[in-house]
């Protein structure tokens, strides 16, 4: 390979490094650290889920969570189906 085809093909590599750091990688931190918090779920943390609605921990599985939703409504979700994780105290201010 010649300089004038190393030269031809420097602009495109310098095209996917820039879409590596500005796209992909900060895409990579974000699900790493999503994966860290729902791993850290844990009873009596306050979620969002993905679906909007927002629940307390009252026991969680490997997999599954159960989210009391309302006083004696408890419903089961997924933990990927978890968004967010709530400060204390903030279904008392809904």
Known sequence: MDQAALMQFLPMIGIFILFWFLMVRPQQKKMKEHKAMLDAL???????????????????????????????????????????KLEKGTLKSL
């Open 42 to 84: 844990q009873k009596g943390d306050e979620v969002l889920t993905q679906g909007g609605i927002v629940g307390r921990i009252t026991k969680a599985g490997a997999e599954y969570l159960s989210l009391e939703i309302a006083n004696n409504v408890e419903i089961v979700v997924q933990r990927a189906a978890v968004g967010t």
